[in-house]
């Protein structure tokens, strides 16, 4: 385990150490996770890497139709309500849609998201669900495919770009709603700060694993072959004018971090401008994941 700040770039960029080998490694669900570019290493990491950056959606665009989406969504509601079902299933459907998802498409593919995220994701729980994740990933790579172009290195990293979205952004907006304050307002300008804020004292992103390849020492520590190490992000926050440890560094840093604060400000936006607040004194909970703080549910009320 790793929480200086040195040590944890120091992990983060050694080549002796690579991203732990994925939670199945046959059937349809591994060949997609397998091909998607976090769970990739080396050349292939690289490719992979590029063609996701090629595909991330303008952010302003992003932010905008997160605004919209939710808005309609939220009038909907009766107070109090529990709004981590929509910060779940918004940033996949804007995303979704953004990516060139057909609109007949779109629910399904959140749903097929949704539930890929919850058999492959770390957890320390049974999975919620017995969906076979196979199955799963069968149904999403046919409706991707068309996104793809039928090409199956394009479909993953579309459906790699969905999957890393939707529990770390429900985290993040999760965590800004909670932190929300009167000063920071509704203007764009402070949802941003509010954002930043969040993604620095409320890390949505906690930790991420690596397997050492190679013998490596970290902080003086010899690190055997085959060892696995934790390297916890949340610790090696320093502030301005690093960028968030949450969304980690070296070639495996996240490449949508923009992106994510687009979606996730798109949605606070909709959410306080509504006066909407949670619930006070409710009681908090999170779901046994190792590097995620994700609320499992946030009581919202009109103010």
Known sequence: MVARPEDVTAALNSPALRVPPTAVSTGAAGALQARMARFSDGAAHTRRRA??????????????????????????????????????????????????????????????????????????????????????????????????????????????????????????????????????????????????????????????????????????VGVPPGATVWVLLAAAETGPPAPPATFGAGPHACPGATQARAVAGGFLSATLARGLRPVPGQRMGYEPRPNLRLPTRLLMERR
């Open 51 to 220: 063609l996701v950056e090629e595909l991330l959606p303008n952010p302003d665009e992003l932010r905008r139709a997160a605004e919209e989406q939710t808005g309609p969504l939220l009038d909907g509601r009766r107070a109090p309500f529990d709004v981590m079902p929509l910060a779940r299933t918004v940033p996949v459907a804007v995303l979704a849609t953004a990516l060139g998802v057909a609109p007949i498409d779109r629910d399904r593919t959140v749903t097929l998201v949704g539930r890929l995220c919850d058999a492959l994701a770390p957890t320390l729980a049974p999975p919620p669900t017995p969906d076979d994740p196979d199955a799963v990933a069968d149904e999403l790579t046919t409706l991707l495919t068309p996104v793809g172009a039928g090409d199956f290195e394009r479909v993953a990293a579309v459906a790699g770009i969905l999957f890393q979205a939707r529990d770390a952004t429900a985290a993040l907006i999760g965590s800004a709603l909670l932190a929300a304050t009167p000063a920071d307002g509704t203007a764009p300008t402070g949802i941003g700060r509010l954002v930043e804020r969040t993604l620095r004292e409320e890390p949505p992103v906690q930790c991420t694993r690596r397997h050492a390849a190679d013998p490596v020492a970290l902080g003086g």
